[in-house]
């Protein structure tokens, strides 16, 4: 079952960061924090995980709490194509169980 | 980055009949490949884990003997929807586990548009 809450939608202007919350209070110790995007009609997309430290990639870069018990999924000059349903997951790499996500809106 | 396929994207079937969707990962070999389902302005339910070579693993409430699942080889992994109603019209989704040490992606195929008449 889906144990991470995120705010339903959000908005974005273009070109502008995007900072994606999302609490995990009830995640254990050995549990990732994953982070996939989906577009209408569309399979998910990878865009990131971690543990414990701060992680970086060519799409974008996850804040981990130090408690571990939110991380922020930064998307650090929004565009047109970053519009989507964002989904955080915590738990190991298989087994994904998806929750509502967040919509987010880029607005040009 | 690793590619998965699913076929076919779109299909309509008769109540009663059965549909089969296969699952292929292009260009990896998955040991472990999952299938999901999808309603309208729903989010993801997995349905079922699929391992090569075994039985797959179906999630509280899913039917096995509904939604068969066969994952004859490591880059295949097929869905079959038997005596199809029309509330199993969805959106099913497969995705495949990369096999490297420490990966923890999962790599989603397009999707397959269900819609039973």
């Known amino acids: 079952d889906a144990k991470t809450t995120q705010p339903n939608s959000m908005e974005s202007n273009e070109e502008e960061p995007v900072h994606l919350p999302c609490n995990h209070s009830t995640i254990s110790g050995t549990d990732y924090i994953h982070w996939y995007r989906q577009l209408p009609s569309q399979g998910p997309e990878y865009v990131i995980h971690g543990l414990t430290s701060n992680v970086n990639n060519r799409m974008a870069s996850l804040a981990i709490a130090e408690d571990r018990k939110s991380s922020t999924l930064i998307l650090h000059r929004a565009t047109l194509r970053d519009a989507a349903v964002y989904y955080c997951?915590?738990?190991?790499?298989?087994?994904?169980?998806f929750g509502t996500g967040t919509r987010l809106t880029v607005i040009p | 980055g690793a590619v998965v396929s699913q076929h076919p994207s779109r299909v309509i079937c008769k109540s009663g009949t059965s549909v089969k969707i296969e699952c292929r990962s292009l260009d990896f070999q998955a040991t472990t490949m999952f299938w999901y389902r999808q309603f309208p302005k729903k989010s993801l339910m997995l349905m079922a884990t699929?391992?090569?070579?075994?039985?797959?693993?179906?999630e509280q409430g899913v039917e096995k003997d509904k939604f068969l699942i066969n994952h004859a080889s490591l880059t295949l992994s097929t869905l079959t929807v038997t005596s199809a109603h029309p509330e199993d019209s969805s959106f099913y989704i497969c995705?495949?586990?990369?096999?490297?040490?420490?990966?923890?992606?999962?790599?989603f195929g397009p999707g397959t548009r269900l819609t039973v008449t």
């Open positions: 699929s391992n090569e070579g075994s039985k797959a693993t179906y």
């Open positions: 995705s495949a586990s990369y096999p490297r040490q420490g990966s923890y992606e999962q790599y």
């Open positions: 997951i915590q738990g190991g790499a298989n087994n994904l169980f």
